[in-house]
């Protein structure tokens, strides 16, 4: 049996520790034959491929990034798209795929189970944490403890200078790692994309910080919207699965911050460091125990899964399922953390 192998979406720490997994287990185990797909899913539409054997994946654990590298693209927008994809599998002798990748890349391979019956297994990667059906994806935690990092950093230059720091990390729809980074950073408001903000609130909150000498900081995710207002955009393009390019909202809060305050403010966005670097312990492990349950799910052939984390066990759902809703920062969750604001 061959297996194809792709990365698709934004890269993500823990990508190569899946592919490291499956590679191992499915040759020394079952003796299948691997085919790495370059760059998502313009692999398969362009037949791009690379050797994958052991010796391709020793040494890759720690990598961050991914060595197949990746891409936002989506077949079902692109002419032929799923017909180039089915016969250039077909070419390669390509009996199944293990796709990685977040709700888009992973929406892709559902689609093609579903409705083509292209033999696909899907593997949770997002630093958002926001596919349902698993408790957690890697790269997630790397992402907050670079996210906390920064913030620990940040409160000593705040208090130096006394000024109000605003710290934008990624979370297009859910805030998950505003939420884990700012709680365990200490800052002392956070805004997430699941409850509009009030402007005026958080100036509130940033005076009475001020009134007990301390500089506040604010974490706000990237998809986070004030009350009376609408996402602030970097600019009005779209990628293939139609999603705006998002960041500027922390620049717009530090501006409406000092100009309502008085209070000078500053923003540090951190962008792709997040997603960037060597993946932490807790993501190398889960990564590895996707890749090996992944590779399972193809030698019995229960296609149209994906592997997911329930507690501490590796189960499969329907990549249907998975994808069909995302999961978002429960409110009772966010008013926990309400109690350190201001």
Known sequence: MRVGVLTGGGDCPGLNAVIRAAVRKGVQEYGFGFTGFKDGWRGPLEGATVTLGIPEVRGILPRGGTILGSSRTNPFRTEDGVRRVRENLARGGVDALIVIGGEDTLGVAGRLWDEYGVPCVGVPKTIDNDLSATDYTFGFDTAVGIATEA?????????????VLVVEVMGRHAGWIALHSGLAGGANVIL????????????????SRFRASYAPIVVV?????????????????????????????????????EKRTGKEARTTVLGHVQRG???????RWLATRFGLHAIDAVREGDFGKMVALSGTDIVRVPIAEATARLKTVDPALYREAGVFFG
């Open 151 to 163: 913030i620990d950093r940040l409160h000593t230059t705040a208090e130096s200078h006394m000024r």
């Open 192 to 207: 997430i994309p699941e409850q509009r903000f009030d402007i005026d609130q958080v100036c509130s909150w940033v005076t």
């Open 221 to 257: 995710a990237e998809g986070a919207m004030p009350r009376d207002g609408d996402a602030v955009l970097k600019d009005g393009t779209l990628d293939s699965f139609g999603h705006t390019r998002l960041s500027g909202v922390g620049e717009w809060l530090a501006t409406e911050i």
């Open 277 to 283: 670097g060597t993946p932490s312990a807790f993501d």
